[in-house]
DNA sequence: GCCAACGTTGGC
DNA sequence: GCCAACGTTGGC
């Protein structure tokens, strides 16, 4: 069991939508790193959902229901995507900003490569997001 | 809306 | 293969 952290604007596609939805295709990803992290994650691999933007930070809990496939939006290019479900909402949101002033998660890949949209989260900085969560 | 950081492209 | 130019992401 692995865990991650995937990015999304919550105006192209928010936590809002997955729970709406009951799951998703996690598609677009143009970015090899991006796409080669997402190739490793396994069915039952837990990520954070996290929002970028004006209110970045961590809103929920989901799953990876379905290994890597084919994107179809891919017009060129050799592109993933893995199928997610949601687990749940998060008591409050993780901001960035509490992220950064936490030195328990300053080797998290958010803070030392913000740009990266699905990263790899280290089972110690998973268990500790959750014990700050209340 | 600005801009720093990072990734990609393409000329040489 | 180097690197300048350009595009994109995302925090602020």
């Known amino acids: 069991m692995n865990y991650w952290l995937l990015k ?22 143009r970015n090899y790193q991006a796409r080669n992290n997402l190739r490793s994650m396994k069915k039952g691999d ?12 961590i809103v929920g809990l989901a799953e990876v229901i379905k290994e890597y496939y084919p994107d179809p939006t891919a017009k060129e290019g050799d592109w993933s995507v893995v199928d997610v479900k949601p687990i749940r909402q998060l008591k409050r949101i993780i901001s960035l900003n509490e992220i950064k002033q936490t030195p328990q998660l300053q080797s998290m890949v ?8 699905v990263q790899p989260v280290a ?9 700050i969560e209340e």
Do not use: C
């Open 8 to 29: 999304s604007e919550p105006d192209i596609f928010s936590w809002a939508k997955l729970v709406e939805d009951g799951q998703a295709m996690w598609d677009g990803v």
């Open 123 to 131: 089972a110690g900085e998973y268990s500790f997001i959750l014990t």
């Open 46 to 57: 837990i990520f954070f959902f996290y929002h970028s933007g004006k209110k970045s930070g």
């Open 110 to 117: 958010l803070v030392k490569n913000s740009r990266l949209s």
